[in-house]
């Protein structure tokens, strides 16, 4: 079970390592580390136990205000047991609650076989896409030795995929971290993070621990790894009835996660760097708290990594005079809690809520199958009563937290997000130019045989790329140029901004790392895009063979939001194409699934305004609209104002411009 758990790992993580030289990341990195530096002066400041508290009180509202708040449901769980195998000295109960009306929560309770009160540690499992027997060993090793141990499917996770189809038999989304980023595009999307559900699933788990009269109350503790490990950390830091925390195998400054193994989105809280925070004030958060780190030798979350975390933690604990509440400790072997990191979390549990009365010792336990081990009939929680997807959860969300402003409070938002290009026209030199100082973009220019001023157009380019089976194979923009170029247009051909050495083929994602990395240091990636396109009006504008006054542009898919935002602050561009751009976000959030949500992702825009807003801004003349489709790229028909092509059609005609 090891290796499959690292095997999937290594396919949930980005390929954020690449060799390959990538001068956006390390521009975007200089500013990472510049806020950093920013956060280490205000660290060092901090020599009183009343100096730590404001500090830890500022964190707490920095974060929470960032996530959209703590969930506020408690409604009844509702539990039930589906199910009981008796083991070796124990046994495990397949238990089922809601964490809200309708969003089951499956889970495995270890308890020992004798009768009695005993202390009780959650386990949220880490990110394998069987979820909950992944820590069974640890779980069934905790009953042994006197405790009751509670392991549970996250989000996306064994019999909680979100995008499970019968019919397939499997998640369409690819499997639970893609279903995370998802999920987590859609939360920013309406200025919160994924992050909340996560953190209300652990505190519904610890509701129903509690609600068992052979849990004590008064001992309780939480441990994970990986995914299931910063789960654990939340927990830790944002319930006080939690006594005791162990969290393995992710911790890592963001000195080092920034350009290494940045994880998905409940993992990586909104604009976290730009609010001055790292991984250390999570930890610091409900000092003193007692603390057991992890980490292991071959980890791609580095041990090295791992110390500065640790050390600045065990400087805040000593302002509470608790140093001996923290522990750092160093497994062997790759990402996971081999046997020397599940014995040190043994120690630390009987330490802090047995006084040390049980055995540390790593015992052999029988390994049930993910079968034996389900809860459910048919093996997710569909078939559950009144069952609810998150995505329906966040879309309620949406409705009861929605507040519309104005076009002109639009326009006001735009003037904050740097979009307008006021700098000297860049030059094209060797197939590129520079959009602003450190950001260099790829452009073609094509010029037609005619001689004379001519209208120009900006194509932003779209390369043919390799997609699943199941995904619509998308299309280059080469046909587009041809067609411009034959009706006497010169054509730039822009590649905005990007980090492609990240984007790791899974489907319906996008560039979601890239858009992610930029957020947490206060950016917006579309945002820095239509700035972009608006450099290469510039560009074009002061071109001897251009006719200034005849600037258009073309983009499609989500791509088509840049344009939008680009001639929303910018009447330079006299007029642009939205080819299959999809129609609303609303629609977005309305659906079980979106394709390359990151590519148009400002958070919380569409709490206040929606594409319309925009379009509303730019005018009517100035925007053609081909095919407008959903966010599964499937055309859709919201009225007059677009044009269809019908089978065989040329891919651009005479009356676009």
């Not at 089922?96 to 009780?120: D, K, V």
């Not at 980890?299 to 509470?320: I, M, S, W």
């Not at 006001?412 to 997000?417: C, E, G, M, V």
């Not at 699934?593 to 709490?607: H, K, Q, V, W």
């Amino acid at each position: 079970m090891m290796s499959d758990m690292r095997a999937l790992l290594t396919l949930l993580l980005p390929l954020a390592c690449a060799a390959q030289p990538d001068p956006f990341l390390h521009w975007l990195n200089q500013k990472a580390q510049h806020q950093l530096d920013q956060r280490d002066r205000t660290i060092a400041q901090i020599t009183t136990r009343a100096q730590a508290d404001a500090r830890r009180a500022e964190v707490r509202k920095k974060i929470l205000d960032s996530i959209g708040g703590l969930v506020t449901y408690n409604g009844p769980l509702r539990s039930r047991v589906t199910g009981t195998i008796k083991a070796n000295g124990y046994a495990i109960e397949k238990v089922i609650f809601e964490s809200l009306p309708g969003f089951y929560i499956t889970a495995n309770l270890y308890r020992p076989a004798t009768p009695g009160r005993y202390p009780a540690i959650l386990v949220p499992a880490g990110h394998t896409q069987e979820g909950k027997p992944e820590a069974q060993h640890l779980a069934a090793n905790l009953a042994r030795k006197g405790y009751i141990a509670l392991t549970y499917d996250p989000i996306g996770q064994g019999e909680r995929e979100q995008t499970y189809l019968p019919e397939l038999g499997r998640a369409l989304s690819g499997g639970g971290g893609n279903e995370h980023i998802e999920l987590g595009g859609r939360s920013l999307l309406i200025g919160q993070s994924v992050a909340r559900y996560f953190i209300h699933d652990a505190k519904r788990s610890v509701d129903y621990l509690l609600s068992r009269p052979d849990v004590d109350p008064a001992r309780l503790g939480v441990t994970g790894c990986s995914g299931g490990g910063a789960i654990a950390t939340y927990a830790g830091a944002f319930d006080p009835r939690l006594k005791v925390a162990a969290s393995a195998c992710f911790i890592n400054s963001f000195r080092t996660l920034y350009t290494g193994p940045t994880a998905d989105s409940e993992m990586t809280l909104p604009r976290f760097l730009v609010n001055g925070l790292d991984w250390a004030d999570v930890f610091n958060l409900p000092a003193p708290l007692p603390w057991l780190l992890l980490a292991t030798t071959e980890d791609y979350f580095t041990p090295a990594g791992a110390q500065p975390v640790y050390d600045e933690v065990r400087h805040f604990y000593k302002l509470y005079n608790a140093e001996e509440k923290v522990r750092f400790a160093v497994g062997p072997g790759p990402h996971g809690t081999p046997r020397e990191s599940r014995e040190e979390i043994y120690r630390w549990m009987n330490r802090w809520l047995k006084n040390e009365q049980a055995s540390s010792a790593d015992e052999e336990v029988h390994l049930y199958t993910n079968h034996e081990l389900k809860v459910t009939a048919s093996g997710n929680v569909d078939g559950e009563p009144q069952s609810r997807k998150l995505y329906q959860v966040i879309h309620e969300e949406y409705k009861a937290t929605r507040q519309p402003k104005s076009t002109a409070d639009l326009k006001a938002k735009l003037n904050t997000l740097n979009i307008a290009h006021t700098g000297p026209a860049p030059q094209l030199t060797n197939g590129q130019f520079e959009s602003e100082p450190g950001i260099t973009i790829n452009a073609k220019l094509h010029r037609p045989n005619e001689t004379g001023r001519r209208p120009a157009v900006i194509v932003v380019e779209e390369k043919r790329l390799p997609v699943p089976l199941y995904v619509q194979r998308s299309q280059s923009t080469e046909a587009i140029v041809e067609g411009y170029k034959s009706q006497g247009y010169i054509v730039l051909e822009v590649e905005p901004r990007d980090s492609p050495a990240v984007v790791d083929g899974r489907p319906f994602l996008g560039n979601w790392l890239t858009n992610e990395r930029v957020e947490i240091i206060g950016g917006h990636l579309p945002a820095m895009r239509a700035h972009d396109i608006l450099a290469a009006v510039s560009l074009l504008e002061k071109h001897p063979d251009v006719d200034p006054a005849k600037i258009t542009a073309y983009a499609r898919g989500a791509k088509g939001f840049w344009l939008l935002l680009a001639a929303a602050v910018d009447p330079r561009l006299k007029r642009i194409w939205l080819d299959r751009t999809p129609i609303s976000f609303q629609s977005a959030l309305e659906s079980p699934l979106t394709n390359n949500l990151f590519e148009a992702l400002i958070p919380g825009f569409a709490r206040h305004w929606d594409l319309a807003d925009l379009k509303t801004l730019i005018g009517p003349a100035r925007i053609y609209s081909t095919d407008p489709t959903n966010w599964m790229n499937k055309p859709v028909f919201p009225g007059p104002g677009h044009h269809y092509r019908h089978v065989g059609e040329p891919i651009i005609t005479q009356h676009v411009h």
